[in-house]
């Protein structure tokens, strides 16, 4: 089966930087998807890392280590916008390539 | 091509009640998911298809439960004699199959049905 953590709730202040973990257990790993969903809303993509590394997209940056089965989100110059959850999600060939999320992590921005 | 489509948007229904939701994914992609959401949670797997053939379908998705996509295109997410526990949001996302190892194929979701059960 497949498991995914990552924290529930994280504050943080305009401006500023913020790392969200995420953790997760697989077998047959082909990637790993990081979401953004506002409240209301769907989800929307954000990055995608399936090698080791760093991948950055302007403010965003996603972080892979297989052999850890680690990643994390950076958000970097933080708005008031960003405020949403963040969703980790795994794809797993097992089973015909099937992705499955993680519960989220609310990131509450801050003045 | 507008994205994925999901109707209705919302729905109210009374408990016992079957109730249907349809998603029209983008055109060119042959995968399709439906996931089911509640309130501080991620999605939660259900099912997926690849073209018309339903390849998996969580445990989790007792039998009163049923989904198609008889042509390959939009699909139905049928719950028959529903109950307050099926209240939720339904999210249908499609993508297309990953031809490649390297290759990034994020999933498009739809807005959503958002389902009540009275």
């Known amino acids: 089966g497949q498991n995914i953590d990552q924290p529930t709730e994280m504050t943080a202040t305009e401006g500023a930087i913020v790392q969200i973990n995420c953790t997760y257990q697989?077998?047959?790993?082909?990637?790993l998807f990081w979401y953004q969903q506002h409240a209301g809303e769907a989800p929307t993509f954000l990055s995608y890392?399936?090698?080791?590394g760093l991948e950055e997209k302007g403010r965003f940056s996603s972080f892979l280590s297989r052999s850890k089965g680690y990643s994390y989100l950076l958000l970097k110059e933080l708005q008031m916008k960003d405020s949403a959850s963040y969703l980790c999600?795994?794809?797993?060939?097992?089973?015909?390539?099937?992705?499955?999320f993680g519960a989220g992590t609310r990131l509450f921005v801050k003045a | 091509d507008t994205g994925v489509s999901q109707n209705p948007r919302h729905k109210i229904t009374k408990r016992g009640q079957n109730v249907t939701f349809r998603c029209d994914p983008i055109?060119?992609?042959?995968?399709l998911y439906w996931y089911r959401q509640t309130l501080g949670q991620g999605p939660e797997f259900l099912t997926y298809?690849?073209?018309?053939?339903?390849?998996?379908k969580s445990r989790l998705l007792s039998d009163r439960f049923s989904a198609e996509r008889p042509k390959g295109s939009f699909s139905t997410l049928e719950i028959q004699r529903t109950e307050q526990g099926d209240s939720a949001m339904y999210l249908c996302?499609?993508?297309?199959?990953?031809?490649?190892?390297?290759?990034?194929?994020?999933?498009?979701f739809g807005q959503g049905t958002r389902l009540t059960v009275v």
């Open positions: 996302a499609s993508s297309s199959y990953p031809q490649g190892r390297m290759r990034n194929t994020e999933a498009f």
């Open positions: 697989t077998s047959g790993f082909n990637g």
């Open positions: 890392n399936v090698l080791d």
């Open positions: 999600a795994v794809r797993s060939n097992t089973g015909g390539f099937k992705t499955i």
């Open positions: 055109s060119e992609h042959n995968r």
């Open positions: 298809f690849q073209n018309e053939a339903q390849l998996e």
